[in-house]
């Protein structure tokens, strides 16, 4: 190999089969999804390390992992790709042809409760466009745009990263809910401190929900999250009213995630004494890449969505 900048020189294709590798840690999960065959992709890293003039991956054990110049170019092969694919949609959209993926991440509430709804509304002006919609926690969506995995994320929190781009969409309100038998059925609220000796199922530390939650429990001057009893925790929404249902405890849930268990009578709603907990549900992308046009049109029908919602129209 030669270190000779001069001699430094890569293709797209290439920079395509190395990120696949990165991305997935492997060299046959690589040749699966860019359809290559695994002696091929071999083939191909090792003539990019050859006109790069160094090596690129290495093998721990059975994952395959970027050296220090193979971070590096991962970091301009990002960049590179997706100027690439930015480019092909907008001679699309120039040409007038619409068609082409999004790919978009959820937080668990809107991602499960809101967004299928909003996307079906949306897709129906753009028939020849898919949207590819991953339902993760919080953390895990924002993680993921930054990663660029995803290019836009609605999450249930504001995030502190630098990089993201945030914009304010529909409001949510948060409400304790407990079964239809449950001692407190009738209550329209209840105090704080009587929630603090109540079997408690608790959603994982990445939920926008739960964060929320305990920065409103902190300001009554409690101890937030820590002052509950836990009985349980769960990945999912679903899985805590399936659990609130079955009588194992109470939690604090979005209003949107229990409206058909309220409407049927199944779950009862109730706000803590002198704790309105509110939340706004955030759109975010990473301010570090270019924006499609397909992706802006999404975003700008997002935008219009939520202002049509806080002038009193239904999503």
């Not at 930015?86 to 509430?109: K, N």
């Not at 009893?229 to 679903?238: D, E, L």
């Not at 979005?254 to 004494?273: N, P, Y």
């Amino acid at each position: 190999m030669t270190n000779e900048s001069a001699s430094i020189d890569f293709d797209l294709r290439q920079l395509e089969v190395f990120r696949k590798v990165v991305d997935l840690k492997s060299f046959s999960k690589a040749a699966g999804a860019v359809f290559l065959a695994q002696a091929s992709v071999s083939e191909r890293i090792s003539t990019l390390e050859n006109m790069v003039g160094t090596r690129l991956l290495d093998r721990l054990g059975r994952e395959v992992v970027p050296t220090k110049a193979g971070e590096l170019l991962y970091k301009h092969a990002v960049l590179l790709l997706e100027m690439k694919r930015t480019a092909a949609l907008e001679m699309a959209d120039f040409l007038g042809i619409r068609r082409g993926e999004i790919r978009l991440g959820g937080s668990t509430i809107p991602g499960e409760y809101v967004l299928p709804k909003v996307i079906g509304r949306f897709c129906r002006g753009y028939p020849y466009l898919w949207v590819t919609l991953t339902v993760g926690d919080t953390v895990a969506i924002e993680n993921r745009v930054l990663a660029g995995d995803l290019e836009l994320g609605v999450v249930g929190s504001k995030g502190s990263q630098k990089n993201l781009i945030q914009h304010e969409l529909w409001r949510d309100e948060l409400v304790l809910t407990v079964p239809a038998g449950h001692r407190w059925a009738q209550e329209r609220e209840v105090p704080v401190d009587a929630l603090c000796e109540e079997p408690f199922i608790f959603r994982e530390p990445g939920s926008g929900t739960f964060k929320i939650l305990d920065g409103y429990l902190q300001s009554t001057g409690s101890a937030g999250l820590s002052a509950l009893r836990p009985v349980a925790c769960f990945g999912t929404s679903t899985a805590i009213k399936e659990g609130i249902k079955g009588g194992l405890g109470v939690s604090v849930l979005s209003s949107r995630a229990v409206d058909t268990e309220l409407q049927a009578g199944i779950l009862k709603a109730l706000r803590i004494t002198g704790l309105p907990m509110y939340r706004n549900f955030f759109l975010i992308r990473d301010k570090r890449r270019i924006v499609s046009p397909l992706c802006q049109a999404l975003i700008d029908f997002l935008l219009a969505t939520s202002r049509k919602e806080e002038n009193g129209h239904a999503i």
